[in-house]
């Protein structure tokens, strides 16, 4: 594991790839791939009994195991079931070396299940089963994949080189041959081609050795063909990597892929497990704010209403609110005008008017009368009038200046004018008022009839 954590930090480093995804791919060292078949009771049996034995692969490691499973149907009757095991403490020790580099674990799966999805991808156009064969270090082992499906995974037991693996297949081929016949229902099908996987040195050895006796169909997995799926040189790629190619294509052909155990799904439900608490208690205080929204939202609608049912009722008052300031502007202006008089008022003589022109009515003889008084300044007045004799006019002049308030009288002309009750001399006067007219009599002077 120190091997491998230094390693993948100097990858990450290098590649710049930190805080990316991440998949690892188990040989069968650190996992076992079992496959059954039948009706789903049987494979519902079969996982069970699995299940019971699991704990049983010592040579996985000591402690508890994992078993992740996949069902798949074949037919309507028919079902497939995909079986994995590994050692938890291995899992772990793994999770913990991948996330110290900086990136994220999202699946670990087998070494064969990788390597039948490669071929169903790298070799589509093929319909008839194939046998993968992946060397390491401490030997060899078999696959029997068909459409990218695992049918079944075999370790041979002891190492076995490159040069012994014709032997090793002529042991296993009859027994292969009647599994997939029997599993496909094809009696009549040959388990010929080879697809061999590995370092180079070993698989063309391995290549070299089966070409030789003629009875297998024998090649490297065809890795070059990867090359269109990414932005790397063709020399890049080899069969040494064809589980991993096989792990990566995943993500290209995930719609068309079968679902393939992942060991990482028990770690994967335990973190949504301890997420679930943090999400609740984080979830309260949004909780509180929702319905502190709702609550908001409920006042704020209300108040649109009362706010819509306002704007109606301005809307309805509206011309009396245009009166009004018609109103209002005619009180201003009103107030503005009686302002004015107030001010004319101040500024007038103390003069009594109307003692004047009761004076001066007192004056007027009988057969006497005014059409016109005009007032100029208070202290001038303009008597316009006329009288049935000529003899009137002049007493109407003396009696005036006779009268109290009166400084002056002067008799600016006179005229000749007909009336219905016959002709009258009109005449036009022009008074000058005595400064202390406000205290004058209105009494008539003596001899003058009153009007």
């Given at each position: 594991?120190?091997?491998?954590?230094?390693?993948?930090?100097?990858?990450?480093?290098?590649?710049?790839?930190?805080?990316?995804?991440?998949?690892?791919?188990?040989?069968?060292?650190?996992?076992?791939?079992?496959?059954?078949?039948?009706?789903?009771?049987?494979?519902?049996?079969?996982?069970?009994?699995?299940?019971?034995?699991?704990?049983?692969?010592?040579?996985?490691?000591?402690?508890?195991?994992?078993?992740?499973?996949?069902?798949?149907?074949?037919?309507?009757?028919?079902?497939?079931?995909?079986?994995?095991?590994?050692?938890?403490?291995?899992?772990?020790?793994?999770?913990?070396?991948?996330?110290?580099?900086?990136?994220?674990?999202?699946?670990?799966?087998?070494?064969?299940?990788?390597?039948?999805?490669?071929?169903?991808?790298?070799?589509?156009?093929?319909?008839?089963?194939?046998?993968?064969?992946?060397?390491?270090?401490?030997?060899?082992?078999?696959?029997?994949?068909?459409?990218?499906?695992?049918?079944?995974?075999?370790?041979?037991?002891?190492?076995?080189?490159?040069?012994?693996?014709?032997?090793?297949?002529?042991?296993?081929?009859?027994?292969?041959?009647?599994?997939?016949?029997?599993?496909?229902?094809?009696?009549?099908?040959?388990?010929?081609?080879?697809?061999?996987?590995?370092?180079?040195?070993?698989?063309?050895?391995?290549?070299?050795?089966?070409?030789?006796?003629?009875?297998?169909?024998?090649?490297?997995?065809?890795?070059?063909?990867?090359?269109?799926?990414?932005?790397?040189?063709?020399?890049?790629?080899?069969?040494?990597?064809?589980?991993?190619?096989?792990?990566?294509?995943?993500?290209?052909?995930?719609?068309?892929?079968?679902?393939?155990?992942?060991?990482?799904?028990?770690?994967i439900a335990e973190s949504r497990k301890h997420i679930r608490p943090i999400l609740l208690r984080s979830g309260a205080p949004i909780a509180a704010v929702l319905l502190l929204a709702a609550g908001l939202a409920v006042v704020n609608l209300r108040m649109a209403g009362i706010t819509q049912t306002l704007s109606q009722q301005v809307a309805e008052l509206r011309p009396a609110q245009l009166e009004y300031k018609v109103i209002r502007r005619k009180v201003i202006s009103s107030r503005e005008k009686l302002k004015n008089l107030q001010r004319l008022s101040e500024g007038a003589p103390a003069c009594e008017v109307t003692r004047v022109i009761a004076s001066i009515g007192g004056c007027l003889p009988d057969d006497v009368w005014l059409s016109r008084v005009t007032i100029?300044?208070?202290?001038?007045?303009?008597?316009?009038?006329?009288?049935?004799?000529?003899?009137?006019?002049?007493?109407?002049?003396?009696?005036?200046?006779?009268?109290?308030?009166?400084?002056?009288?002067?008799?600016?002309?006179?005229?000749?004018?007909?009336?219905?009750?016959?002709?009258?001399?009109?005449?036009?006067?022009?008074?000058?008022?005595?400064?202390?007219?406000?205290?004058?009599?209105?009494?008539?002077?003596?001899?003058?009839?009153?009007?």
């Open positions: 594991f120190e091997t491998l954590a230094r390693q993948l930090k100097q990858l990450v480093t290098t590649e710049r790839v930190a805080g990316c995804s991440a998949s690892l791919v188990l040989n069968s060292n650190l996992c076992v791939t079992r496959t059954t078949t039948g009706s789903s009771a049987e494979v519902a049996k079969s996982l069970d009994e699995l299940q019971d034995r699991g704990q049983l692969y010592l040579s996985l490691g000591a402690g508890a195991k994992t078993l992740v499973s996949t069902r798949a149907n074949i037919d309507a009757r028919h079902e497939q079931a995909v079986v994995t095991v590994a050692c938890e403490a291995t899992l772990q020790r793994l999770i913990e070396v991948v996330e110290s580099c900086g990136l994220e674990l999202k699946c670990i799966e087998a070494e064969t299940i990788a390597l039948a999805r490669a071929h169903g991808v790298l070799h589509r156009g093929e319909d008839e089963p194939a046998l993968l064969i992946q060397f390491d270090n401490d030997g060899l082992e078999i696959a029997v994949a068909h459409r990218g499906n695992l049918l079944l995974d075999y370790r041979p037991g002891g190492g076995v080189s490159g040069e012994e693996i014709a032997a090793v297949l002529d042991q296993h081929h009859a027994r292969l041959q009647r599994f997939c016949q029997r599993r496909l229902r094809d009696f009549s099908l040959q388990l010929r081609k080879v697809y061999l996987a590995g370092p180079a040195d070993t698989v063309r050895a391995a290549e070299r050795r089966l070409a030789q006796r003629g009875e297998y169909q024998a090649a490297a997995f065809d890795t070059q063909a990867a090359s269109a799926y990414w932005e790397r040189p063709s020399t890049a790629l080899g069969p040494h990597q064809a589980a991993l190619i096989g792990r990566a294509l995943q993500e290209v052909h995930a719609a068309d892929d079968s679902p393939s155990p992942n060991l990482m799904e028990r770690w100029t300044d208070f202290e001038r007045l303009k008597l316009s009038g006329a009288s049935y004799t000529e003899s009137g006019v002049y007493d109407f002049v003396r009696y005036l200046n006779q009268a109290p308030g009166v400084a002056q009288v002067a008799l600016e002309g006179t005229g000749t004018a007909h009336t219905g009750q016959g002709p009258s001399t009109t005449f036009d006067l022009n008074l000058k008022l005595a400064s202390d007219a406000a205290d004058g009599a209105t009494a008539k002077p003596q001899g003058v009839a009153s009007r």
